[in-house]
């Protein structure tokens, strides 16, 4: 059954840095998502992403964070500067037409 | 915020039916109801989803009210390993203003005990 994978499992930063998480989504969907989980908190939208566009984003995803799908197979979330409260599980989904959202198993990011 | 509430958590004996409630009173008419549930903290899976009818795929049994203010989702026999946080989720259909995200509530927290 095709699923979603995310690299790295686990990803240590220090504050300040810049962090890639990357996804690789189901072959044949078309809208790509990105949440977050703080631990012990709700997970959250983050930003949409449809016909190699941002199509919607929270609050949430200010300057720092930018995504991309540089190759037509991955997708990648961009933090350029990691605050301390960055510090969260970080899930990619994707869909295709039919609605269904499939999520990654997720990127434990930790900013020391 | 979240448009459905659920209970925070409840207690199911293995190999018994679990009955999950959830209303959404306030759910328009182009909206679905989907349900994920979350182990642990791996990725939200997705379980089922409706509109109106009642819906039944390998995993589980989704009863829509013919108001639509609420449902239920049955596990016909649980096990230890659907102990997770169940989530129910009303969503609209895709268009310009929405692009399919999930707005994720508390969730039911779902123990299954031997």
């Known amino acids: 059954e095709p699923e979603v994978t995310q690299t790295p499992s686990h990803q240590v930063t220090q504050m300040g840095q810049e962090v890639i998480l990357r996804c690789v989504p189901i072959?044949?969907?078309?809208?790509f998502y990105w949440y977050r989980q703080i631990l012990g908190q709700k997970v959250e939208f983050l930003v949409s992403?449809?016909?190699?566009?941002?199509?919607?984003k929270s609050e949430i995803f200010d300057d720092q964070f930018s995504v991309e799908r540089p190759d037509g197979s991955n997708f990648t979330l961009k933090i350029r500067s990691t605050k301390l409260e960055d510090s969260a599980m970080y899930f990619c989904?994707?869909?295709?037409?039919?609605?269904?959202?499939?999520f990654g198993p997720g990127t434990r990011l930790t900013v020391t | 915020d979240a448009k459905t509430t659920q209970p925070p958590s409840m207690d199911c004996a293995e190999g018994r039916a679990a009955n999950l409630p959830c209303n959404h009173s306030?759910?328009?008419?182009?909206?679905?109801v989907y349900w994920y549930r979350q182990i642990h903290s791996q990725g939200p899976q997705y379980i089922i989803h409706?509109?109106?009818n009642n819906e039944t795929n390998e995993m589980a049994s989704l009863i829509i009210t013919e108001d639509r203010k609420s449902s239920t989702l049955i596990l016909p026999h649980a096990t230890l390993r659907d102990t997770a946080v169940y989530y129910c989720?009303?969503?609209?259909?895709?268009?310009?203003?929405?692009?399919?995200?999930?707005?994720f509530g508390a969730g039911t927290q779902v123990v299954v005990t031997p």
């Open positions: 989904a994707s869909m295709s037409e039919i609605y269904e959202q499939y």
């Open positions: 072959s044949n969907h078309l809208y």
């Open positions: 992403f449809y016909n190699n566009e941002i199509s919607e």
């Open positions: 306030t759910i328009s008419g182009n909206e679905y």
């Open positions: 409706g509109l109106k």
């Open positions: 989720i009303v969503r609209p259909t895709m268009t310009t203003d929405s692009w399919g995200k999930f707005q």
